[in-house]
């Protein structure tokens, strides 16, 4: 049997007609770019994302810039955030002229470490952009106590956490503005790029609305530099579809991951990811392998050291490797978020963050796994995870 990291073809089967009737309408109408889906879209996301406007645009690195820019956020500022997250969340700081500032993460959560903020603050910081990542919500009542303390702004970087609330209030919707993505593989993904900006203020909502075409609060005059980034009609007419599912979509990330806690607890070297805050929506499970898997032998033995770890003077990540490589063997895919945290990148290399820097970040990049999980794993898909990985971690190395 083979397990695939993430596969749409059930979920395109239980949408059945849905999805085909909605984006034939759009391309028989000829209405592709705004126009009444769209804003139907925009208006059933700020509801579910308990905010008081939606945003749509073509990415969720452009929500990001977008609302960096509609904040007012640019050269000579500082925002504050983590480097264990995708490139795009650091790189739409910089896209913007402002400069990035890492701290470290929290090793049992994997998210920003709130306790670390404070230090990090200069004159020129601007704005906290805590990271909801793999789905798990930042603790956003003490990232708003922080902020509202030294005077900041506050973007939610919510790309992996669409369906995900902090003490029972959606994500996106604390902050000054909340970041959406709708590439395929998130919560709530589109049939190809696509992204939102939420947020509570109007005057805010009307700038993010005209940097995202061209600055042109009426047609042909351009008040500001801004940007073409729009959610396309197809797209929003795909989301309209999916958008009444999210919810049953997140609950059943929920139950999958409670399985593999459940199942997985209790191996010796395989470190489970926390259950986390009620309110998690599971983008992805994340496991640790910190040590040789299999006790009394060592993985270097067995497999060549990642080029990575060297290269970008990171820890050493060879059981890890290990583990993937014989998850791999035996049918099961899995990826890793992420091999090399941002500060180490090369396009960050002036910013000099060197090894060391960010400790726990360093040493996640070397140790993390995300095993399958999306709404359509099937229980015998997931049963064959667990055994192969019990089998594995169980187990000898072969000679
Ligand atoms: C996916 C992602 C983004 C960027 O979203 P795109 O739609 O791919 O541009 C930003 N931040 C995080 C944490 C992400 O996972």
């Not at 992204?195 to 075409?213: N, P, Y």
């Not at 910013?351 to 726990?360: D, N, Q």
């Not at 999980?373 to 990985?389: D, G, N, S």
């Amino acid at each position: 049997m083979q397990v695939p990291p993430f596969d749409l073809t059930e979920q395109l089967q239980q949408l059945g007609d849905d999805l085909d009737t909605a984006v034939l309408q759009v391309l028989r109408s000829g209405q592709y770019i705004g126009g009444a889906t769209t804003h139907t879209f925009e208006t059933s996301f700020a509801a579910a994302t308990g905010s008081a406007h939606a945003i749509g645009c073509n990415s969720g690195t452009d929500a990001l810039v977008l609302a960096l820019r509609g904040l007012g956020i640019g050269p000579g500022d500082e925002v504050i955030t983590c480097s264990f997250s995708f490139f795009a969340t650091a790189e739409a700081i910089s896209a913007v002229g402002a400069t990035p500032v890492f701290v470290d993460v929290e090793e049992s959560s994997y998210l920003i470490d709130l306790d670390q903020v404070e230090a990090a603050i200069t004159p020129a910081t601007k704005a906290l952009l805590p990271v909801h990542l793999f789905g798990r919500p930042v603790d956003m009542e003490q990232v708003m106590a922080i902020a509202a303390a030294h005077g900041l702004q506050v973007i939610e970087d919510c790309a992996q956490a669409t369906g995900a609330s902090w003490a029972g209030r959606p994500v996106g919707s604390w902050g000054d503005a909340g970041c959406f993505s709708f590439f395929p593989t998130k919560n709530l993904g589109a049939a190809g790029d696509g992204g939102a900006v939420t947020c509570r203020d109007d005057a805010l909502a009307q700038r993010v609305r005209e940097l995202a075409v061209h600055g042109m609060p009426r047609r042909y005059l351009h008040t500001n530099l801004g940007y073409n980034s729009r959610l396309d009609a197809l797209q929003a007419a795909v989301l309209n579809v999916k958008l009444p599912h999210l919810e049953s979509w997140v609950q059943r990330r929920g139950a999958l991951a409670q399985t593999y806690r459940q199942q997985l607890g209790g191996l010796p070297n395989l470190r489970l990811p926390e259950a986390g805050p009620a309110g998690h929506s599971w983008n992805q499970f994340v496991v640790r392998v910190p040590n040789c898997p299999v006790s009394q032998t060592s993985c270097a033995d067995q497999c060549s050291p990642a080029a990575n770890s060297a290269d970008f003077g990171l820890p050493e990540s060879c059981c890890r490797d290990w583990l993937k490589q014989e998850l791999q063997a035996s049918g099961v895919s899995t990826i890793i978020y992420y091999p090399i945290p941002i500060h180490r990148q090369p396009a960050y290399a002036e910013l000099g963050y060197g090894p060391g820097s960010l400790p726990i970040t360093e040493r996640l990049t070397a140790e993390v796994l995300s095993l399958p999980i999306f709404p359509e794993l099937r229980p015998a898909q997931q049963q064959r995870v667990v055994e192969v990985v019990q089998a594995l971690v169980k187990q000898p190395l072969a000679a």
